[in-house]
């Protein structure tokens, strides 16, 4: 654009374009948590307007539609005081250009034009809260650019451009919180680029199409949050809790992700570049040398037969799944059905759902977990049917989550029944409840089982035989030291390691700022997977791992050791455990197993585990 063409429209105003300017080569670190290179434009996803139909209220609303902007401004507030405090571990170059816009944001939620036109437009004309946000800063955002005159040197053009950009980044915020909007416009994803977000709802990930991405960055979330997990069945490569990244991107940015090593590097140089493709194709190597594994068996050097499973977020690793070698889905997390949509799914398309999913893993068992609800897994489809208060619990992880929602809504869990009973016809299947933490609720949700069960027979269903197994998750601390009673109520146990270690080391699983202290090995954690793996090998009852746990080579002898025989993972491990299966001797697990178990020290523990193969000294 020349120096006196005037600005574009507004929506072509907020298009990124590429410029050839030379950029800085700037690193980020993060959390690794999805293996694998990725070498792409960067997309920001702050980038895509939000679609708000206008809509408009009834004069005795204005209170409360005032009330949800306030909901949505301190929101925002929290949201970016809490990036704001993430910055200082990034070096003084990058704070000092990050941390100015920040404290813009901040400022414009305080009693700016903004928030007065926006206040004036619900009371004045109307509008909804979030209709009156995107009025308000569009209108901004036009006035600011209306300035631009021509003869305005290209500098000021640009900055009047940055300032218009911030109004409706603020807007977008706004938006989101007071939508809570799933980010929708993945539609416009390049193809092949590394996507850049603050954070990333497990909702928004559900949306992502594997295919087309390169790789996924975030500024917020932990190593096993749901996000995190969802990433890693997808098979995806992606650097969670990267402080700064979504706000030190500019249009035009390429990166190298690197999601083993947990770092992001924005504009590489040409020789960093170079190393990344080797990185690449070395990778892809390794994959196709791992995949031949395939058709091996899972067992130990001894002859120990070890079962290997897939957990399943979304259908779309079906097919990652059936080459991955995985014998069965060991957890399928049904959540996916109940999120991106509005009603909440009857019995007939969780069927169809389920049945397509049982037959496509052609006669190798599926364990179906009930809906799981809560914590960071928003779900609009129950909020916007009053099944769920629209305003979260004060501590959502400790609220109505997974089994105490189904049993207060026992129509939620007699659909899901229902549905999975019918599914349960055309190939094996086991029934699993999430979030137990006492006998009553297993008792409970077996009556419901049984009665639905019986209703399916009255009314001329097609069901399997017997009634599949009703097992439960064993992944609240409560659980686990009550296993010997649970033992005497569930068909089989499955260890949930991301909540127990959550809930054990109090310790957010998703949250960036206490990544550190999220421990899986921690010896408290250890003992409670020991306690409820005794009790279930007493009682003969199955019981296996499908947290992320289940997923790491490294701790592959450790849960042998330990007398697991069944693990469950996201579909890309389950190779190198099956690898690491194939190369240990059950007794040497056993014995490794009894010194980290002797251990209190968590990093005495991680020392063992890093060293296990290696000659000892004792
Ligand atoms: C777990 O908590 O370990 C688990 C497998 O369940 P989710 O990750 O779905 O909470
Ligand atoms: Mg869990």
Partial sequence: MSRTDPPPPQHQRLRRTASTDIRAERAFEGIAVSPGVAIGPVFGTSEPDPEIARHKIQAADIASEGARLDAAIAQSRTQLAKLRARLNVL???????????????????????????????????????????????????DAIMDQAEPGLSAEDVASLRRRADEVLEI????????????FRSFAGLPEGAILV?????????????????????????????????????????????????????????????????????????????????????????????????????????????????????????????????????????????????????????????????????????VTIRVLDWGGEKEIEALSSAGIVP?????????????????????????????????????????????????????????????????????????????????????????????????????????????????????????????????????PAVLRLVQFATEAALRMRMPVSVCGEMAGNPRLTPLLLGLGLRSFSMNAGAVPRVKQAVRAVEIDDCARFARRVMDQSDPERIQALVDSFGQPTAD
């Fill in 390 to 522: 629209e305003v979260a619990d004060t501590n959502p992880a400790l609220g109505l989550r997974g089994i105490r929602l189904l049993l207060r809504r026992p129509e939620l869990l007699e659909t899901q029944f229902a549905a999975v009973l019918r599914a349960a016809a055309f190939g094996p299947v086991r029934v699993m409840l999430p979030m137990v933490t006492t006998v009553a609720e297993v008792r409970a949700a077996r009556d419901i089982y049984d009665r639905v069960s019986r209703r399916l027979r009255r009314r001329g269903e097609r069901l399997a035989e017997k009634a599949p197994p009703l097992g439960i998750m064993i992944e609240t601390p409560g659980a686990a030291l009550s296993a010997d009673a649970l033992a005497l109520e569930a068909d089989f146990f499955a260890i949930g390691t991301n909540d127990l270690t959550a809930y054990t080391l109090a310790v957010d699983r998703g949250e960036s700022d206490v990544a550190d202290l999220y421990d899986p090995i921690h």
């Fill in 91 to 141: 070096p003084d170059e990058s704070r000092a250009e990050i941390a100015p816009l920040i404290e813009a944001y901040i400022r414009m939620l305080g009693p700016s034009r903004l928030i007065r036109g926006v206040r004036r437009r619900i009371e004045d004309t109307l509008l909804s809260a979030e209709s009156a946000v995107v009025a308000e800063s569009e209108a901004i955002a």
């Fill in 171 to 182: 807007g977008r915020r706004l938006v989101r919180n007071l939508t809570r909007a799933p």
């Fill in 197 to 365: 977000s603050e954070s990333l709802r497990p909702a928004d990930a559900a949306l992502l199409d594997p295919a087309r991405l390169a790789g996924v960055a975030t500024e917020e979330g932990g190593a096993d949050g749901h996000t995190a997990v969802m990433l890693r069945a997808l098979g995806v490569p992606a650097v969670l809790g990267v402080a700064g990244l979504a706000h030190a991107i500019r249009p035009g940015d390429t990166a190298v992700l690197d999601g083993t090593a947990g770092t992001i590097v924005l504009n590489p140089s040409p020789p960093r570049l170079a190393a990344a493709r080797r990185a690449l194709t070395a990778y892809a190597r390794e994959r196709q040398k791992l995949a031949r594994l395939r058709r091996l068996p899972a067992e130990t050097d001894d002859g120990e037969a070890v079962e290997l499973q897939a957990n399943l977020e979304l259908p779309v690793e079906l097919p990652l799944i059936v080459q991955s070698g995985a014998v069965g889905i060991g957890l399928l997390r049904t959540e996916f059905l109940f999120m991106n949509r509005e009603t909440v799914p009857d019995e007939q398309t969780q069927f169809e759902t389920y049945r397509s999913i049982v037959e496509a893993m052609n006669g190798d068992p």
